[in-house]
């Protein structure tokens, strides 16, 4: 049987860009892909590029008085969101042309229309037009959502706060992943009165508990205003206001209230319904280690399959997908020790397993320092950094990696090389510190301060 297309890729995002033009480039397969909103994705268009540019921006707030403590005659002036927008706008424009550029130099064929399926071979174009495939690729990610409440319709999600007319006086964030964190601390030093619930007892759960600890510790001590075990009741209008009622008996005006309480993906009307296409209980698409669905010629990647939801892990879900059905290489996705940056105010960096996963699975030892970085001491600065280890007893093997600094995450991906080669703790005693940096803390802790 002969189809239109070797390849019909569902979704612009970075996975779905990255499978696509690897397969045309360097397989010569006949691909094509269509992409119903901006290409390039959450990441590079609501996503990581824009966040990150945020917080870039929201840290020169606290520069000032260091470069004036470092001795520069410097005062501190106004952020102008509107200069600041501008540039974010055109940058992403700049990146969007990039993606486009990329699949049209590759040789693959663009729909920039929404597009599902009709049978195993077949996808449908929003223009009715149709197309076959010998293999289907969904790449369609995720998007936010907002639990129904009364008044939740008032609430605003990470896909809307880089749009904002202008920043708001007040604003209250409700969630205590990531996301909310990172987005508590951008809004916090752009000058915003920053105010966070989350309803678990800890922000950032499922990572290290010192980790998340001093985190959030140094978030308060930046001037964001959080509190633990409270959630959001009611919302209602009240004038160019947000009232708010919250579960701890607290009412509260808001300018902006912004959701970041979870993510679903984005699977439904692509027509899997009665194709066989196992959907899983958060509607995910359920795929093998090869990204393959209970469809033989349908494949999926990325967030829409809720495996981990990181922009590196669709890319390399992509890559593998490529080597696997156009390069004869069967090739599992590896999942295993991803490292990941968090980027609140402290930067928190990770590989591996927290403390508490390690003590569950085994004997460890725990080596941990935590200290006033020199920068910030000499400033006269109160924030502090951890570096921490955990070791396995049986293995001497590093089982996991925390930092709590800035630059974490850079500092974390040279550590995850170490740690992916399954490194001990010995390895880093014999590599020499390099000196007068945080991360020599990393090669120089003897003494576990705790066993488990």
Same mark, same amino acid.
């Given at each position: 049987?002969?189809?239109?297309?070797?390849?019909?890729?569902?979704?612009? /995002?970075?996975?779905?860009?990255?499978?696509?033009?690897?397969?045309?480039?360097?397989?010569?397969?006949?691909?094509?892909?269509?992409?119903?909103?901006?290409?390039?994705?959450?990441?590079?268009? =609501?996503?990581?590029?824009?966040? @990150?540019?945020?917080?870039?921006?929201?840290?020169?707030?606290?520069?000032?008085?260091?470069?004036?403590?470092?001795?520069?005659?410097? *005062?501190?002036?106004?952020?102008?969101?509107?200069?600041? =927008?501008?540039?974010?706008?055109?940058?992403?424009?700049?990146?969007?042309?990039?993606? =486009?550029?990329?699949?049209?130099?590759? /040789?693959?064929?663009?729909?920039?229309?929404?597009?599902?399926?009709?049978?195993?071979?077949?996808?449908?174009?929003?223009?009715?037009?149709?197309?076959?495939?010998?293999?289907?690729?969904?790449?369609?990610?995720?998007?936010?959502?907002?639990?129904? !409440?009364?008044?939740?319709?008032?609430?605003?999600?990470?896909?809307?706060?880089?749009? $904002?007319? @202008?920043?708001?006086?007040?604003?209250?964030?409700?969630?205590?992943?990531?996301?909310?964190?990172?987005?508590?601390?951008? &809004?916090?030093? &752009?000058?915003?009165?920053?105010? *966070?619930?989350?309803?678990?007892?800890?922000?950032?759960?499922?990572?290290?508990?010192?980790?998340?600890?001093?985190?959030?510790?140094?978030?308060?001590?930046?001037?964001?205003?959080?509190?633990?075990?409270?959630?959001?009741?009611?919302?209602?209008?009240?004038?160019?206001?947000?009232?708010?009622?919250?579960?701890?008996?607290?009412?509260?005006?808001?300018?902006?209230?912004?959701?970041?309480?979870?993510?679903? %993906?984005?699977?439904?009307? $692509?027509?899997?319904?009665?194709? #066989?296409?196992?959907? #899983?209980?958060?509607?995910?698409?359920?795929?093998?280690?090869? +990204?393959?669905?209970?469809? %033989? +010629?349908?494949?999926?990647?990325?967030?829409?399959?809720?495996?981990?939801?990181?922009? %590196?892990?669709?890319?390399?879900?992509?890559?593998?997908?490529?080597?696997?059905?156009?390069?004869?290489?069967?090739?599992?996705?590896?999942?295993?020790?991803?490292?990941?940056?968090? !980027?609140?105010?402290?930067? &928190?960096?990770?590989?591996?397993?927290?403390?508490?996963?390690?003590?569950?699975?085994?004997?460890?030892?725990?080596?941990?320092?935590?200290?006033? %970085?020199?920068?910030?001491?000499?400033?006269?600065?109160?924030?502090?950094?951890?570096?921490?280890?955990?070791? +396995?007893?049986?293995?001497?093997?590093?089982?996991?990696?925390?930092?709590?600094?800035? /630059?974490?995450?850079?500092?974390?991906? $040279?550590?995850?090389?170490?740690?992916?080669?399954?490194?001990?703790?010995?390895?880093?005693?014999?590599?020499?510190?390099?000196?007068?940096? &945080?991360?020599?803390?990393?090669?120089?802790?003897?003494?576990?301060? =705790?066993?488990?």
């Amino acid at each position: 049987m002969s189809f239109d297309y070797d390849l019909f890729v569902i979704g612009g /995002g970075s996975g779905g860009v990255r499978a696509a033009r690897v397969a045309a480039g360097e397989t010569g397969a006949k691909v094509a892909l269509a992409e119903e909103d901006r290409y390039g994705g959450t990441c590079v268009i =609501r996503g990581c590029v824009p966040k @990150k540019l945020m917080v870039f921006a929201s840290e020169y707030a606290g520069m000032v008085g260091e470069a004036q403590a470092y001795g520069w005659d410097i *005062q501190p002036g106004a952020f102008d969101w509107q200069v600041f =927008r501008g540039k974010l706008y055109a940058e992403l424009d700049r990146l969007e042309g990039i993606y =486009r550029n990329i699949l049209k130099n590759n /040789g693959v064929e663009t729909f920039d229309l929404r597009a599902k399926l009709v049978d195993p071979h077949t996808v449908e174009l929003a223009d009715g037009t149709r197309k076959t495939a010998k293999h289907i690729l969904i790449a369609t990610g995720g998007h936010p959502v907002v639990p129904e !409440f009364p008044g939740s319709e008032l609430a605003i999600t990470s896909n809307e706060i880089f749009h $904002l007319e @202008k920043l708001p006086e007040t604003m209250l964030i409700v969630g205590g992943g990531y996301i909310a964190c990172e987005f508590a601390g951008i &809004m916090n030093g &752009m000058g915003v009165k920053t105010t *966070q619930f989350y309803r678990g007892a800890q922000i950032l759960r499922g990572f290290d508990d010192e980790a998340r600890g001093l985190v959030c510790e140094e978030m308060c001590q930046n001037g964001i205003d959080v509190h633990l075990g409270t959630n959001v009741l009611e919302m209602k209008k009240q004038g160019d206001k947000i009232w708010v009622k919250a579960t701890n008996g607290s009412e509260q005006v808001f300018d902006v209230v912004m959701y970041a309480t979870g993510r679903a %993906p984005n699977a439904d009307d $692509l027509g899997l319904e009665g194709l #066989g296409v196992e959907r #899983g209980r958060k509607g995910q698409i359920v795929v093998d280690e090869y +990204s393959q669905t209970a469809v %033989p +010629s349908i494949f999926a990647i990325g967030d829409v399959t809720d495996r981990v939801n990181l922009t %590196p892990v669709a890319i390399r879900e992509g890559m593998a997908f490529v080597e696997t059905v156009f390069k004869g290489n069967p090739t599992p996705v590896d999942h295993d020790l991803i490292p990941t940056a968090i !980027f609140t105010q402290p930067e &928190m960096g990770t590989v591996g397993l927290s403390e508490e996963e390690a003590a569950e699975q085994e004997p460890i030892e725990v080596y941990a320092t935590s200290f006033k %970085p020199m920068q910030t001491a000499f400033a006269g600065g109160t924030q502090r950094v951890l570096m921490k280890l955990i070791v +396995s007893k049986a293995t001497r093997k590093i089982l996991g990696c925390h930092i709590v600094a800035p /630059g974490a995450g850079e500092m974390i991906q $040279l550590a995850g090389i170490a740690v992916k080669m399954g490194a001990t703790k010995e390895d880093f005693d014999r590599t020499v510190a390099v000196h007068p940096v &945080m991360a020599e803390e990393l090669v120089t802790m003897r003494q576990p301060v =705790r066993t488990a």
